[in-house]
């Protein structure tokens, strides 16, 4: 089994900037790759970045060039840097990865950005 624990989250001004953290239990060599999604209310979840074991990342067209993703081996954590948010960017944010053919999750970050 996997335990994903998030941290981070926060309410923020449009503009502003957070930064959260998914610490696994396992380590991310582990891991194929580790993902951050996000779900605002009514609409559906949407993946926003990923990182694979190797390095490689990819962003939702909506965050590319505000969101980065990168990866803290030693800590067996991946952190989200949200710049330049936007109150579109108001959801819970969720980590997950697959493991042994099991889709974890953690129990998800509230970020709130106001107008």
């Known amino acids: 089994q996997v335990q994903l624990v998030e941290s981070g989250g926060g309410l923020v001004q449009a503009g502003g900037s957070l930064r959260l953290s998914c610490k696994s239990s396992v380590s991310l060599f582990s891991l194929s790759a580790m993902n951050w999604y996000r779900q605002a209310p009514g609409k559906q979840r949407e993946l926003v970045a990923r990182v694979t074991t190797g390095g490689t990342t990819d962003y939702a067209d909506s965050v590319k060039g505000r969101f980065t993703i990168s990866r803290e081996n030693v800590k067996n954590s991946v952190d989200l840097q949200l710049n330049s948010l936007k109150p579109d960017d108001t959801a819970v944010y969720s980590c997950?990865?697959?493991?042994?053919?099991?889709?974890?999750w953690g129990q998800g970050t509230q970020v709130t950005v106001s107008s």
């Open positions: 997950n990865v697959v493991f042994v053919r099991t889709n974890y």
